[in-house]
C-alpha cells in the first residue's frame, strides 16, 4: 500500500521541464520529458487525456495550471487521489508566494520553488502545505534571511495551522457563509439535478490562541442538543471540515461534531475555509430562463427568451449573466432586451445579456436575430450542444435557510472580538440545455 | 512577492565556467551566493556544471541558511557524479546535523538521504541516529524518513544498526507529525522487504487511530493506508475501528475521505450486522458524492474507484445515479467515467430518466464520447430486459438523425440486441437496413451483414443487400469478408433452392451445388438461383483469391460441408447460439477484491493488481509487463460472446499462422507435428511453456571439470544435487551442469526445461545424463540457443529452470545469467569506429557504476582475462593519478557496449561506465563486470 512520488515535475506548455525535483533517483527527467511531450501533442485520443498515464514501469499523474504542468511520477503503487491534490495544494502554495503561477513566476523564484519542492515533500511523501506557515520559514526577500530562521512551532505543534503570539488592535471575525446552486435542467424544462454547496468562509483578525464556537440551525445538532426544531430548521447531507475543526480538549476533534454537533475550533490566521456543506433537496430555480429558437428559412435564426426570477420580491439579484448558444457561424446581430444589455461574444459561440440589478418575482425579455450563411456543409456534423449557463449573485440571501445563531469567542485574555456575519447565494454550474 | 531570479539564467558569455569559478571563490560573501545562484539556474537549463563540484562545496560552510540550501540542491545533483569528491561534504554535513538549529539539522540529514553514494551514506548513520532521538519534532519527522531512504540504498547497514527498532519507537511519538512519517517509512520498508517489519497489532492500530485525530491532512492517509492492511479479529473489533474511522468521512481532504472509505469498506468484509452494514452504506454516500464536487483529476479517481465500489456494494449510490449525469464542461475522461458508472447504476426504475441523458449525450460533439453513449445504450438494453424496448426506439431515434457515426454505434449494439432477445424486434431490420450505404467502418458493415444473414427469411431482398457488398469483397477488412461468407451460406441455406440445379466438380476437386441457368451475378434471375451465384463469387473469392488463411479455412469447411451433407450444414451453420448476457460487472471477484484494497491508489485507477505494473517490488518472481496496459473502459461484450458455431459476427483473424499458397488444397491435415513428447504434461505448470524442447537423454559426455556453484542442493533435491553454470566455448553458449545422485536408487531419464527468460535460453539439443546409480555423478555440456522463448518486461538475469528424472518430482530452481556469457567474438571495434558510436549515442544512454571493492593490481593479467571474454581492450589514458581504459563488447543481435573503466591500479574503487543502444541492459553489464573483474 505504501508508495510516494519518485520526482516532482514544473513544466511549461509544451512540456518542456522547467524545474524538477528527484525525490528518489528512480526517474529519468529526459525519458519524463519525451513521454509528456508526445501526449500532450496527441490531442483528440481520449485515453491520452487522462490525469494519469502509464509509461514504460512508471506512472504520470498531472494537472494544468495557466501555462504550466505540475506532474508527479512513480514507480510504486502510490495514492493517486494524495498525489493528485497535493499537486492542487503545490498549485496553492506557490500562487500564495508568487500571486500567479505561471512559467514566469518560476523562473523568477527559482530558488524559492527549490527551497519549497525540498520542505512540501520529503521522499515523494507529501509533508507540509499550509502556504502561511511555510512561508513563516521560506522567505522569498532574501535579505531577511541572515537572521537565522526556526522551524515556527506550527509546523509540529498539535495546533499546526496557527501561531503563538499573533496580535491585533481590533479583535474582528468575518463570517461569509456562501451557497452555490448547481442545477442542470433538460431539454424538456425538468430539473434533472439540482444541489447546494455551501461554504462558511472566514476571515479572523484575533490576538492570542482564541477557540471560537459556532452555532448553526442545522437540525441534526439541535436535535442534539435537545431543542425543538420548531421554526428554521435544516438539513446539511454531507458537511466537511478543515483541519482547524477542533475542540479545545485534544482527544475529539472531528468525533465530536459526529457524535453532538458542535462546532469549536482554533482558527488559523487570516482567511481560510472553515466548513463546507452540501444539500441535494431539490431547490427552485432561482432564476429561469426559457429559450425559443427558431431558424427562418436557411439563412435567418431568431431567438426569443424568457427570463424569471423564482425568490421572493424583498430579494435582488445581482450581477445576472445569461450566456446563450448561438449557432458557431452567426453574423449581424439584432437584439432587443426589456432589461439590461446583451453582447454577442463569437470567441464563445454566445449571445451575453448582463443584468445589474435583477429583484424578485420578475420577468425579463430578449429578441434576437442573427443571419446565417446561406451555404452550409454537406455533411450532417450535429451543432455543438451547449446549454444555456446562468451566473448571479443574491446577497442577504441562503437557499439552505442556514443561520449562524452564535459565534462565540473566547481567548484566555478575555478581549471581545467582533464577529461580522454575511448570507449570498450564487450561481454555481447552472446550466439550462436547449430545445 | 516576486523575486528577479531569472537574471541568473542570462550569463551566457564565453568562459562562463572560469568566471563561476572565480566568483565562487571570492571573498565577498554576496558575491558567492550569486555565484551559486547563477550554477542553480544552468544547472535548471541542463547545462553540465560537476566540474564547479569542489568550489560549490566549498561554499557550504555558511551561515546563510539560504546558501546553504542551494549548495545542498547542487550535492543532491551532482554527487553520484563525483563520489570521490562528495565525501568533501562530508564534514559538514555531520557538522550541521549538530547545528543548534533544528531547520539546520533536519535539512543535513533530509539532504544526506538524498545522496546516494556508497561513501557518505556510511557517515549518515550516527548523525541519523542522533535525529531520530532529537528533542525537536521537525527534526525527528525528517529523520523517520531518512531511514526509509537509506533502507533503500543499504537495507543491511539499517537493520545492522538498529535503525528499525528506533522507527518502530517513534510510533509512539508524542508528536502526530513525527508518527505520522514513521508510518509511512515503516510501510514502505515493508513493502520492499521480505520479512515482517511492520506488523500492526491491536495495540498499534489503537495508538495510531488516537494520532489521526491530531496528524496533518497527508499524514491521515499514511495511516489510514497502512491501517487497511490490518485484518481485525472479528466483527466486533471491526465495528469498533469503523466507529472511530467514519468521522475521517468528513474531512475535507478527498485523499482522506478515500482513505477512509477504503478501510471501512475492508472491515465491512467482517461485519455480520445488516443493519450495521445498511448504516454504514448509507453514510459512505453523501462524502462519495461530495468527492464529485472536487478538482476534475480527483474527481477522474475518485470515479474509478466509485466504479469498484458499485461493484461490490451497489446499495450505496443505488438513490444517486443524478450525481454521474455529465455537465456540459466536464473534461472528457470524467464524461466517460461518469457514463460507466451510469450503466453500472441503471435500473428499472430510473431507465427513463438515464435513456434521456444517453440521447442527450449521442447529439454531442465529441465523437467518441457519442460514440460510447449510443454503446451505453446497448449495453442497457441488454442489462435491462423491461427497458430493452425503449432503448431500441431511443436507437431508432437517433439513426434518424443519420449522422454517420451515431448510426454505425447504433447497428453495431442492435446486433447484440437481437442476440440478447432473439425473434423480439426484428420489425425494425427494414428501418436498419435503409442505411445500409452509409456504413463505413469494418464493424458495423459486419454487424449489418450479420443481421442480413441471420434473418435472411425475413428480408425479401436479403440477396440484393448481400450482394451490393460482394463486389468490393477483395477489398473488404477480414472481419468483413468472414461475415460475408457466413451471410451468404446462411441465405443459401435458408431460402431452399427450387430451381434445377446439379453437381458441379470444381477445379479443387470439391463438388459445389450449383445452378445451371445462372452464370452472371448480375442477372435477373430469381431469388433461389442468385443466392446460388452469390454463394459461388463468395466461395470463390474466399479459397482462391484470398492469402488470409481463418477465411480460407472457413470457406473450405463450408464448402465441404454443402457439398456432401447439406443437412449437417443446416445444424452447424444455422446452430441456436447461447444467449448473451450483460457484462458491465466485468471484473471478477478476486480482482475486485484486490482492487478494493488499494482504493484510492494507482491499482484502483488501472483497474489492475499492483504486481502488473509495479517493476519495482523486490521479488524473485519473473516480472509480469502487460503491454496493453489499462484499458477497462471499454470491454464491451460485443467482440466475445459472438463466436458461435457460424463464426460469429466478429471473428478476429489469427496473423500466428503463416498463410498457405494460394490455391493450395489444404484437405489432409499437414503432417503431424514432431512427435509428442514422451512425458507430455511434464513442467506444465511453468508459466507459457510452449516449445516441447523436452527430450530424451542418451549421450553423455564428459568435461573438464571446474567447481560449479550449486543450483539445487541436495538437501532440497531429496539428495539429487545439481550444479551448474552458463559458459561460452568456441562462440557457443553452453550450459554445464552436474547431477550427484545422492539418493538410494538410481536416476535415469532426465529431461530439462527453461522457463521463458529475457534472452529466450533454452536448450538447442537433449539433456544427455546416463542413468546415474547412487554415489555417483555425472557432467555434461548441454548446448543452448538463444531467442526461443523471449519473456517481456525489463531485462532480468533470472533463469528458471526445470529437471525431472523418471524417479523423482520435478526440481525447479534458479539460476542467474551472467551477461559475459553472450559477449560474442566479433566485439572487437576500431578506434574510429568506437569514438563515432560513442558519440552518436546520446547521453541517456550512458550509465554509471561504482565497483568500490574492486581492486586491479595487474593490468596485463585483468585485459587478457576480459579480452578471454571477448571483451576487447581499446586504449587506454592516464587521468590524473587515474587510469582509464576503454572496452568494447557485444551480444547477440549486435547490441554494442562500450565501456569506460577508471581506477587507480593497485587502490580499491572502479569506476565502470557504459553506453548502449539499449542501456536496459546496465544492471546485468554491471554485474557480469564485477564477476569478471573479481575473478
Avoid at chain 2, 627 to 639: E, Q
Avoid at chain 2, 763 to 779: C, K
Wanted: proline share 6%; charged share 25%.
Amino acid at each position: 500500500m505504501a508508495g510516494a512520488a519518485s520526482a516532482l515535475f514544473l513544466l511549461d506548455i509544451k512540456g518542456r521541464v522547467l524545474i524538477w525535483r528527484d525525490y528518489r533517483g528512480d526517474v529519468s527527467a529526459i525519458q519524463a520529458e519525451r513521454f509528456f511531450t508526445k501526449l500532450i501533442e496527441k490531442d483528440g485520443d481520449p485515453q491520452s487525456q487522462d490525469p494519469v498515464v502509464y509509461d514504460s514501469g512508471v506512472s504520470y499523474m498531472f494537472i494544468q495550471h495557466n501555462n504550466v504542468y505540475l506532474m508527479a511520477a512513480s514507480r510504486q503503487n502510490c495514492n493517486a487521489a494524495s498525489i493528485l491534490l497535493f499537486l492542487h495544494r503545490v498549485v496553492d502554495v506557490f500562487k500564495h508566494y508568487f500571486e500567479e503561477l505561471e512559467e514566469e513566476s518560476l523562473r523568477d523564484n527559482f530558488v524559492v520553488v527549490y527551497e519549497l519542492l525540498d520542505e512540501i515533500m520529503d521522499f515523494g511523501f507529501p509533508q507540509f502545505t499550509e502556504a502561511k506557515i511555510l512561508s513563516e520559514f521560506i522567505k522569498t526577500d532574501a535579505y531577511r534571511m541572515e537572521v537565522t530562521q526556526r522551524p515556527p512551532m506550527a509546523v509540529t505543534n498539535a495546533v499546526s495551522w496557527r501561531s503563538e503570539g499573533i496580535r491585533y488592535k481590533k479583535n474582528e471575525v468575518f463570517l461569509d457563509v456562501v451557497e452555490s446552486v448547481n442545477i442542470l435542467v433538460n431539454s424538456n424544462g425538468q430539473i434533472i439535478r439540482s444541489d447546494v454547496v455551501g461554504a462558511l468562509k472566514m476571515r479572523t483578525y484575533l490576538s492570542g490562541m482564541p477557540e471560537c464556537k459556532l452555532g448553526l440551525n442545522d437540525r441534526v445538532l439541535l436535535e442534539a442538543q435537545g431543542r425543538t426544531t420548531k421554526g428554521k430548521a435544516i438539513d446539511l447531507d454531507d458537511t466537511k471540515f478543515h483541519q482547524y475543526v477542533v475542540s479545545y480538549f485534544k482527544c475529539v476533534r472531528l468525533a465530536r461534531f459526529e457524535n453532538d454537533r458542535t462546532i469549536s475550533f482554533i482558527p488559523p490566521d487570516g482567511s481560510f475555509d472553515l466548513m463546507t456543506y452540501r444539500l441535494s433537496t431539490q431547490v427552485k430555480p432561482l432564476i429561469w430562463v426559457e429559450a425559443q429558437v427558431e431558424k427562418h428559412s436557411r439563412s435567418r435564426i431568431e431567438i426569443m427568451v424568457k427570463a424569471r426570477s423564482q425568490f421572493k420580491e424583498r430579494s435582488t439579484a445581482t450581477n445576472v449573466e445569461i450566456e446563450l448558444p448561438v449557432p458557431s457561424d452567426s453574423t449581424n446581430p439584432n437584439v432587443r432586451t426589456s432589461m439590461g444589455s446583451a453582447a454577442y461574444a463569437p470567441e464563445n459561440d454566445a449571445l451575453v445579456w448582463k443584468i445589474k440589478s435583477f429583484p424578485g418575482n420578475r420577468e425579463y425579455m430578449l429578441r434576437a436575430e442573427f443571419s446565417l450563411p446561406s451555404i452550409t456543409a454537406e455533411e450532417a456534423t450535429p451543432d455543438r450542444k451547449a446549454p444555456i449557463r446562468v451566473k448571479f449573485e443574491i446577497p442577504y440571501f441562503t437557499v439552505s435557510g442556514i443561520q449562524v445563531r452564535y459565534l462565540k469567542i473566547i481567548e484566555k485574555s478575555g478581549y471581545q472580538a467582533l464577529p461580522w456575519v454575511r448570507y449570498i447565494t450564487m450561481a454555481g454550474e447552472y446550466e439550462l440545455r436547449l430545445m | 512577492m516576486s523575486g528577479h531570479d531569472s537574471k541568473y539564467f542570462s550569463t551566457t558569455k564565453k568562459g562562463e565556467i572560469p568566471e563561476l569559478k572565480e566568483e565562487l571563490n571570492s571573498q565577498y560573501k554576496d558575491k558567492r551566493k550569486d555565484a551559486v545562484k547563477k550554477v542553480i539556474a544552468a544547472m535548471t537549463v541542463g547545462k553540465d556544471v560537476s566540474s564547479l563540484f569542489t568550489d560549490v562545496v566549498n561554499c557550504m560552510q555558511t551561515e546563510n541558511l539560504e546558501l546553504k540550501k542551494l549548495v545542498y540542491l547542487y550535492l543532491i545533483n551532482y554527487a553520484k557524479s563525483q563520489p570521490d569528491l562528495a565525501i568533501l561534504a562530508v564534514n559538514t554535513f555531520v557538522k550541521d546535523s549538530q547545528d543548534p538549529n533544528p531547520l539546520i539539522r533536519a535539512l543535513a540529514v533530509r539532504t544526506m538521504g538524498c545522496i546516494r553514494v556508497d561513501k557518505i551514506t556510511e557517515y549518515l548513520c550516527d548523525p541519523l541516529q542522533r535525529c531520530l532521538k532529537d528533542d525537536d519534532p521537525y527534526v525527528r519527522k525528517t529523520a523517520a524518513i531518512c531511514v526509509a531512504k537509506l533502507y533503500d540504498i543499504n537495507a543491511e547497514l539499517v537493520e545492522d544498526r538498529g535503525f528499525l527498532e528506533s522507527l518502530k519507537d517513534l510510533i509512539s511519538d508524542n508528536n502526530p507529525m513525527v508518527v505520522a512519517n514513521a508510518v509511512a517509512a515503516l510501510a514502505e520498508i515493508q513493502e520492499n522487504s521480505s520479512g515482517p517489519i511492520f506488523e500492526i497489532s491491536s495495540h498499534t492500530l489503537s495508538k495510531l487511530l488516537t494520532a489521526l485525530n491530531e496528524c496533518t491532512e497527508w499524514g491521515q492517509v499514511f495511516i489510514l493506508d497502512a491501517l487497511s492492511r490490518y485484518k481485525a479479529a472479528d466483527a466486533r473489533e471491526a465495528e469498533n475501528i469503523v466507529e472511530r474511522v467514519t468521522p475521517r468521512l468528513q474531512h475535507a481532504n478527498c485523499a482522506v475521505v478515500l482513505s477512509a472509505v477504503k478501510m471501512i469498506l475492508q472491515q465491512m468484509e467482517l461485519i455480520t450486522s445488516t443493519d450495521v452494514v445498511r448504516n454504514l452504506c448509507k453514510k459512505m454516500a453523501p462524502p462519495l458524492v461530495t468527492l464529485l464536487s472536487a478538482e476534475p483529476e480527483i474527481q477522474y479517481v475518485a470515479l474509478r474507484n466509485i466504479n469498484l465500489i458499485v461493484q461490490r456494494r451497489p446499495t450505496i449510490l443505488a438513490h444517486e445515479i443524478k450525481v454521474f449525469f455529465c455537465k456540459y464542461n466536464d473534461p472528457i475522461y470524467v464524461k466517460m467515467e461518469k457514463l460507466e458508472i451510469m450503466i453500472k447504476l441503471a435500473s428499472d426504475r430510473n431507465i427513463d430518466q438515464v435513456l434521456l441523458e444517453f440521447k442527450e449525450y449521442a447529439t454531442e460533439v465529441d465523437v467518441d464520447f457519442v460514440r460510447k453513449a449510443v454503446r451505453a445504450i446497448g449495453r442497457c438494453a441488454i442489462k435491462l430486459e423491461r427497458a430493452a424496448e425503449r432503448c431500441i426506439s431511443v436507437l431508432l431515434e437517433l439513426i434518424k438523425i443519420k449522422v454517420n457515426y451515431v448510426v454505425q454505434e447504433a447497428i453495431i449494439v442492435i446486433k447484440d440486441i437481437f442476440r440478447r432477445y432473439p425473434n423480439t424486434y426484428e420489425s425494425i431490420i427494414a428501418t436498419l437496413c435503409e442505411s445500409l450505404d452509409t456504413l463505413d467502418e469494418p464493424e458495423a458493415k459486419a454487424s449489418m451483414i450479420w443481421i442480413i444473414g441471420e434473418y435472411a427469411e425475413r428480408i425479401d431482398n436479403a440477396d440484393e443487400l448481400l450482394e451490393s457488398f460482394l463486389e468490393s469483397f477483395p477489398e473488404e477488412p477480414a472481419q468483413v469478408q468472414l461475415q460475408l461468407l457466413t451471410a451468404t451460406v446462411k441465405l443459401f441455406l435458408k431460402k431452399p433452392t427450387e430451381g434445377p440445379q446439379q453437381m458441379i466438380q470444381t477445379r479443387d476437386q470439391l463438388p459445389i451445388f450449383i445452378c445451371t441457368c445462372t452464370v452472371f451475378k448480375h442477372s435477373s434471375q430469381s431469388v433461389v438461383t442468385n443466392t446460388n451465384s452469390c454463394l459461388q463469387v463468395v466461395l470463390n473469392n474466399a479459397t482462391v483469391e484470398t492469402d488470409n488463411p481463418d477465411l480460407r479455412d472457413r470457406a473450405y469447411i463450408y464448402w465441404r460441408l454443402l457439398s456432401t451433407d447439406p443437412e449437417a450444414a443446416k445444424d452447424v451453420v444455422l446452430a441456436e447460439k447461447p444467449v448473451i448476457t450483460d457484462d458491465s460487472n466485468q471484473l471478477d471477484s478476486s480482482l475486485l477484491d484486490e482492487l478494493l484494497a488499494n482504493i484510492a491508489t494507482l491499482s484502483s485507477v488501472y483497474h489492475k493488481p499492483p504486481e502488473a505494473f509495479v517493476t519495482r517490488v523486490k521479488t524473485t518472481a519473473p516480472k509480469t509487463e502487460d503491454d496493453d496496459y489499462p484499458n477497462g473502459i471499454d470491454t464491451g461484450y460485443s467482440d466475445t460472446p459472438t463466436h458461435v458455431a457460424d463464426g460469429g459476427t466478429s471473428p478476429q483473424t489469427s496473423s500466428s499462422s503463416a498463410p498457405y499458397p494460394a490455391g493450395r488444397q489444404p484437405a489432409p491435415p499437414p503432417a503431424a507435428p514432431a512427435p509428442a513428447a514422451p512425458v507430455p504434461d511434464l513442467l506444465g505448470d511453468l508459466i507459457g511453456l510452449d516449445n516441447s524442447a523436452i527430450v530424451p537423454v542418451d549421450r553423455p559426455e564428459p568435461a573438464p571439470a571446474a567447481p560449479l556453484p550449486v543450483v539445487l542442493p541436495a538437501s532440497t533435491g531429496q539428495g539429487l544435487q545439481i550444479s551448474a553454470q552458463l559458459t561460452r566455448q568456441d562462440g557457443q553458449v553452453l550450459y554445464s551442469m552436474l547431477f550427484e545422485n545422492n539418493t538410494q536408487i538410481p536416476l535415469d531419464g532426465f529431461m530439462i526445461q527453461f522457463n521463458k527468460n529475457s534472452f529466450g535460453l533454452a536448450a538447442a539439443g537433449p539433456l544427455q545424463v546416463p542413468q546415474l546409480q547412487p554415489g555417483t555423478s555425472a557432467r555434461t555440456l548441454l548446448p543452448m540457443v538463444l531467442f526461443q522463448n523471449v519473456s517481456g518486461g525489463a531485462p532480468s538475469s533470472l533463469l528458471q529452470v526445470a529437471v525431472k528424472n523418471n524417479q523423482q518430482p520435478v526440481w525447479y530452481f534458479n539460476d542467474k545469467v551472467s551477461l559475459h556469457v553472450f559477449f560474442t567474438e566479433d566485439g572487437r571495434m576500431e578506434r574510429g569506429s568506437f569514438l563515432e558510436t560513442w558519440r552518436s549515442l546520446p547521453d541517456s544512454n550512458e550509465v554509471l557504476k561504482d565497483l568500490p571493492g574492486i581492486v586491479v593490481s595487474n593490468v596485463e593479467a585483468t585485459l587478457d582475462r576480459l579480452a578471454a571474454s571477448n571483451m576487447f581492450f581499446i586504449a587506454k589514458r592516464k587521468h590524473a593519478n587515474q587510469d582509464v581504459f576503454y572496452f568494447s563488447a557485444k551480444i547477440p543481435r549486435g547490441i554494442p557496449f562500450l565501456i569506460e573503466l577508471t581506477t587507480v591500479i593497485g587502490n580499491p574503487g572502479v569506476k565502470c561506465a557504459i553506453k548502449t543502444p539499449n542501456p536496459e541492459m546496465a544492471p546485468l553489464f554491471f554485474e557480469a563486470i564485477e564477476s569478471l573483474l573479481k575473478a
